[in-house]
């Protein structure tokens, strides 16, 4: 059984963070280290250790030495454990996230997770389109965007740091839900293209950076309560630069490992996975805001041009996905009977 390591041990474990040679001579002890660094919860820590622990012992009986791994290897390794695909993307997210603390130890060192995602080595076989359920929307809006998921404390006073990063979390989920953004998007947001104008209308200016187009997201009216206590507790606290959704009060961007870990926490905090088959990811809520834009009416090719696609196309395709996503859970009215 794995038990919760002492003060003296984690203190022991963080000293084998100084270099790279002593993540590649001692990696479970430097990996302890790096948890206790992160302050995760115990249960996620023995989860994490258990993970991290099966990487190493798969890579030894193989000979590879400690993070030497390619992308190719880490999706080997994924395939050896016949893991559910939840459960692979995690362990590329985990791994990401490792060699992205790495990375600042030694400048331009590759980062197999991160190739491992982009190469969709962490998928395993495509799944269907996934959506929210309307009952998870409800669950996301009530517990994390509504009242009861505000933080405490006066949004014009400056804020503590757990206040900081819970109002900034919530209107991360709040955006990427309600105007759809990709994680890329979200990290490189800037306060310039908020626009929030007529009450009742929010909206961000957007332009894609592989062609130059110009294109306007809405934000779904559940996004602009959280957004705007946001905006409001990041300038109170004294924020610096220009980005929506900094890492810290310094200003630094957010990492993808850590957006795709935050929205993991708030919708498992939410209630959302507890009773889900299917994997949620900020795709699923890009998925799920194409959705609410499809039953408020809107054609699949404005849908296309409110998320920034490459092409109108997308959104009929996006559409086809909707519907058939619908048929699997149920949620199609049976079609009605032919006049006799």
Request: aromatic share 8%; glycine share 10%; hydrophobic share 45%.
């Amino acid at each position: 059984m794995t038990t919760k390591p002492s003060a003296a041990q984690l203190e022991q474990a963080a000293l084998f963070d100084a270099d790279l040679a002593a993540w590649r001579d001692h990696p479970e002890r430097a990996f302890d280290g790096w948890l206790a660094q992160h302050g995760f919860r115990h249960g996620t820590s023995v989860v994490y250790r258990a993970m991290w622990g099966k990487l190493l012992r798969w890579s030894a009986e193989r000979g590879l030495p400690p993070l030497s791994w390619s992308a190719e290897q880490l999706g080997e390794f994924l395939d050896a454990q016949q893991l559910h695909k939840s459960h692979r993307y995690r362990y590329a997210r985990l791994i990401e996230r490792v060699f992205h603390h790495l990375s600042r130890l030694r400048e331009g060192m590759h980062n197999p997770g991160s190739q491992a995602v982009r190469a969709h080595l962490a998928e395993g076989e495509n799944d269907p389109t996934a959506f929210l359920l309307p009952g998870e929307r409800d669950l996301l809006v009530a517990r994390i965007l509504g009242p009861a998921g505000a933080p405490a404390g006066d949004a014009g006073a400056a804020a503590s740091p757990t206040q900081w990063k819970r109002a900034r979390d919530a209107a991360l989920l709040a955006v990427l839900l309600g105007g759809g953004l990709k994680v890329g998007e979200a990290r490189t947001l800037r306060l310039d293209v908020i626009a929030d104008g007529a009450p009742g209308r929010m909206a961000l200016r957007m332009v894609r950076a592989d062609n130059g187009r110009a294109y306007t997201v809405p934000l779904f009216p559940l996004a602009h309560a959280p957004l705007r206590a946001w905006l409001a507790l990041r300038e109170a606290s004294g924020t610096l630069g220009t980005l929506v959704f900094p890492a810290m009060p310094t200003g630094r961007p957010m990492h993808a490992a850590s957006i795709y870990r935050r929205v993991e926490i708030l919708l498992d905090e939410a209630g959302v996975l507890a009773g889900r088959s299917e994997r949620a990811s900020p795709q699923t809520l890009r998925n799920t805001c194409a959705a609410m834009h499809f039953e408020a009416g809107t054609a699949p090719a404005e849908v296309a041009q409110c998320l920034g696609m490459r092409d109108l196309e997308s959104g009929w395709r996006l559409r086809a996905a909707y519907e058939a996503w619908q048929a699997r859970a149920g949620l199609l009215a049976p079609a009605a009977a032919a006049p006799g």
